[in-house]
C-alpha cells in the first residue's frame, strides 16, 4: 500500500514542477502543451497521465478489495435498509453505542499467497499464510507440537468420543402435529422459488436441515419411485403430487429402508475439552496461543466454547456446512441467552471465529474443503446442481475451489462473520461454507476452537459482565469454578 501511495504522490508532486500543467481538465492541458512541445511530447504526456490514471484506479481496487467487510456489506441482495448500516442510521443510537469501550481486532489478509510472521510462543516465529479473502482464511504449519497433538488425542480418547449425529431425530413429527400446517402450508414454505412446484434441491435442502439425512439426487428418485410420488416422472412434484403424500412419508420411506451413517450430514465422533483453570496444561497453553493468534481480548477467549476434539474413521466425512448461522434482529446467541433474558424463536452458536488444528496427517482424503472460497459471487441454488452438488463432501470435493490438506500440527483459522465495519462483528460469511471430505484411508483428528461472540455488543458486555461478577462471588467463597462450566448445556451440534 505504502509503495502504491508513494508513487501517486510523486506523480502529484511532479505536476506543478512543469508550469504549462496547470490541475485542470485534461481537454484544456493538450492545446497548451502542443503549443509549446512537439508531438511526440504530447504522446508521452498522454502515456504518463494514463499511467498516473491506471495508478489511481488500481489504488482505489485495493482499498475496496483490502478492506472486504465494507464491500462485502456494501454487496446486499436485498432492499437498501437491510444494510445493517442504513438501518442503524435510522435508528435512534442506543445506550450501548456511546459505551463501546472494545473494538475487535479483525486480522489482515493482504492477498492469497501473502505469508506474515506471527509471534506466538517464546523464542519462535510462525509463518500465517493466507489461504482465501473470502472468507478470511488462514493456515499456520506446526502451530501445535507432535507432542500436543498426542496429548489432545490422548485426553479426547480418555473421556470418550460419542457418535456426532443420533440417526433419528425425535420431536420432529411432535413439532409437525402441534403447528398443524396443512399440505398447501407445507408445500409453500418448500417452494423456495415460489414457481409452484417442488425441485429437487428444495426437499434435498429441507431433508438435510430437518432430518440431518443426506439424501442424493439420486436417493430422491428412488423415492419418489418408491412411494409413486413423481406421476408425470418430470422430476417436479406439483402440489396435487405432494398432496398425495403423507405428511411423514419420507421418514417412513427411509426408516423402512434404514439410513446408514454414511448418508447422514455427519459422520465423526466427537468429545468436548474444558480448558480452563485446572485443565491439562497443554490445553491452557493451545487457549493462549489461540488468543494471541486472534488478537482478541483474552476474556472472550476464555468464555468461548471448550475444545471440541472429532475423530472420522476411514469413510468419515462432514457435508458441507457453516459453523454458526445467520443473525437476525430476533436471534439470539446460545452463550448470551441467559444473560440476554430474553425468549427468542431463533438461537445459533455465534462462532465468530473457528480455529481447526489437524491432529494427525491423514493417509488418505480428510481434506477440509471450502467451496465457494474466492467465488466472485455466491449463489446458494448452484451450489446443488442434478448432476454435481458441491455439498456433498463425499462425491464432489475435488470440484471445491479450495481445499486443505490435513497435516499433524498445522492449524487453520477463518472467520464465519464479517465484521460490521466498526470493530464488531456484522453479518454471517456465506463464503465460509465448509466441510470435511471423505477419509478414503487411515484415521482424521482434529480439533476446534470456536470463539463466540455476540454480534450485538451489549449482550456480549452483558453477559461478561454476570459471568465476572459470579467468578468473584465464586472465589470469595473458596470455590475454583470452571469458567467453560456454563456451556456444559450447550454443546449441541448445529
Ligand atoms: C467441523 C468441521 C472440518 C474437517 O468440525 O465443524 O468443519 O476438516 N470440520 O474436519
Ligand atoms: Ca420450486
Ligand atoms: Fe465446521
Known sequence: ?????????????????????????????????????????????????????????????????????AGDSGRDHEAPSSNPRLAESHRPPSKSEFLRDVSLTRLEGIRVGHVQKV???????????????????????????EDECRVVMQLAQL??????????????????????????EIFNLLDINKDGQLQMHEILTHSRVRDGIWLTPENLREIYAGLQADKDANGLLSLEEFKLLSNDAFQRFLFQRGVKSSQLVRNSRHTWLYQGRGAHQVLQDIKTRVTR???????????????????????????????????????ACTHTRLAANASTPFETSC?????????????????????????????????IQNDVDLMDTRRNCDKSNLRVKPTKGTAVFWYNYLSDGRGWVGEQDEYALHGGCMVTRGTKWVANKWINIDPDYQRQAQYQHLVSQQLDDEDDEGLTLNPDLHHSDIHQDL
Open 351 to 383: 462462532r465468530y471465529i473457528t480455529v481447526l488444528f489437524y491432529l494427525n496427517s491423514v493417509e488418505g482424503g480428510g481434506e477440509t474443503a471450502f467451496p465457494v472460497a474466492d467465488n466472485r459471487t455466491y449463489d446458494e441454488v448452484s451450489l
Open 1 to 69: 500500500m505504502t509503495e502504491k501511495q508513494n508513487s501517486v504522490d510523486a506523480e502529484e508532486t511532479a505536476a506543478p514542477a512543469r508550469p504549462t500543467l496547470r490541475l485542470r481538465q485534461p481537454s484544456e492541458r493538450a492545446p497548451t502543451k502542443s503549443s509549446v512541445c512537439s508531438r511526440s511530447y504530447f504522446v508521452v504526456v498522454m502515456v504518463f497521465f494514463h499511467i498516473y490514471i491506471i495508478n489511481v484506479i488500481a489504488l482505489l481496487l485495493y482499498v475496496h478489495y483490502n478492506n472486504g467487510e
Open 293 to 331: 493468534l486472534t488478537r482478541l481480548p483474552s476474556s472472550i477467549v476464555d468464555l468461548s466454547e471448550p475444545l471440541q476434539v472429532v475423530r472420522y474413521e476411514e469413510g468419515g466425512h462432514y457435508h458441507a456446512h457453516h459453523d454458526s448461522g445467520p443473525v437476525y434482529p430476533e436471534t
Open 119 to 145: 509471534s506466538l510462543v517464546p523464542d519462535k516465529v510462525h509463518k500465517m499464510r493466507t489461504l482465501s479473502m473470502k472468507p478470511l482464511l488462514f493456515e499456520i504449519p506446526n502451530f501445535l507440537s
Open 159 to 184: 473421556k470418550g468420543l460419542m457418535e456426532s449425529q443420533l440417526m433419528v431425530q425425535d420431536g420432529q413429527e411432535e413439532l409437525a402435529k402441534e403447528l398443524n400446517l396443512s399440505p398447501e
